[in-house]
C-alpha cells in the first residue's frame, strides 16, 4: 500500500506562483509513476501532470504547459508541482496520484492510490 499526502496549497494572486508537494510512504517513490490532477468548483476532475518513475519523461496538460512543472525527488520519496504565473482559472483541489504499474497516463482509472487533495485559490 502507498500513502499519498498534498501540502503547500493555499491562496495567491493572479500571476504568482506555489509549489505543492506530495509525500508518499508505504513505498519507494522511485518505482511510482505519480500525477497530479485537479478539481474546480461544479467541474469533474482533470489531469494535470504526470512524471514517469524514472524521472526521465514528463507530460503536461495543454492548459498548464509552459507554467507547471512536475518532478520528484525519489531520495524524500516526494513528488512536486511548481505552478507558476498562476491564474484564477487555476483555482481548485490539487489531488497527487500514483501507480505502482504501467507508464505516464492522463486517464485517472489506472492511478492506484491517491491523496486528500489541497487547495489552491488564485485570486484576479
Known amino acids: 500500500q502507498v500513502q499519498l499526502v498534498e501540502s503547500g496549497g493555499g491562496l495567491a494572486q493572479a500571476g504568482g506562483s506555489l509549489r505543492l508537494s506530495c509525500a508518499a510512504s508505504?513505498?519507494?517513490?522511485?518505482?511510482?509513476?505519480m500525477a497530479w490532477f485537479r478539481q474546480a468548483p461544479g467541474k469533474e476532475r482533470e489531469f494535470v501532470a504526470a512524471i514517469s518513475w524514472l524521472a526521465g519523461r514528463t507530460y503536461y496538460a495543454d492548459s498548464v504547459k509552459g507554467r507547471f512543472t512536475i518532478s520528484r525527488d525519489n531520495a524524500k520519496n516526494t513528488g512536486f508541482l511548481q505552478m507558476n504565473s498562476l491564474q484564477p482559472e487555476d483555482t481548485a483541489v490539487y489531488y497527487c496520484a500514483a501507480r505502482s504499474a504501467g507508464g505516464i497516463s492522463r486517464a485517472e482509472p489506472v492511478y492506484d492510490y491517491w491523496g486528500q487533495g489541497t487547495q489552491v485559490t488564485v485570486s484576479s
Open positions: 508505504g513505498r519507494t517513490v522511485s518505482s511510482l509513476t
